[in-house]
């Protein structure tokens, strides 16, 4: 399926604001679902939002929102994640992943495609 890698994680305090970046290759954006993950420390992996791939149509968890913006850019082959208003509870290692029917989000069903390696976003209080 192709590999993902994410990068623009780093140390934010609470309130501030970063952008994550998925470049995928192997593969376009209009085979796949994309779905942002995150894990926190002690914590189950789970999904924060998702882009469709037939229609770009897109999805958020509960925690994220309003805050966060899912977007993707067919000629860079990256799919991006906007954060705003950090807060701790943000604080995780983020992944991207290959996802069917947004099912990440939807089902709470981790997907079992690819995955990238994972960003790590700190925000401090």
């Known amino acids: 399926q192709g590999q993902l890698v994410e990068s623009g994680g780093g140390l934010v305090q609470v309130g501030g604001s970063l952008k994550l970046s998925c470049v995928v290759s192997g593969f376009t954006l209009n085979m796949y679902d994309i779905g942002w993950f995150r894990q926190a420390p002690g914590k189950e992996r789970e999904g924060a939002s998702c882009?469709?791939?037939?229609?770009?149509?897109?999805v958020y968890a509960d925690s994220v929102k309003g805050r966060f913006t899912i977007s993707r850019d067919y000629a860079q082959n990256t799919v991006y994640l906007q954060m705003n208003n950090l807060t701790p509870e943000d604080t995780a290692v983020y992944y991207c992943?290959?996802?069917?029917?947004?099912?990440?989000?939807?089902?709470?069903?981790?997907?079992?495609?690819?995955w990238g390696q994972g960003t790590q976003v700190t925000v401090s209080s």
């Open positions: 882009i469709s791939s037939r229609d770009g149509s897109t």
């Open positions: 992943a290959t996802d069917y029917k947004c099912r990440g989000i939807v089902a709470r069903t981790l997907p079992v495609g690819s």
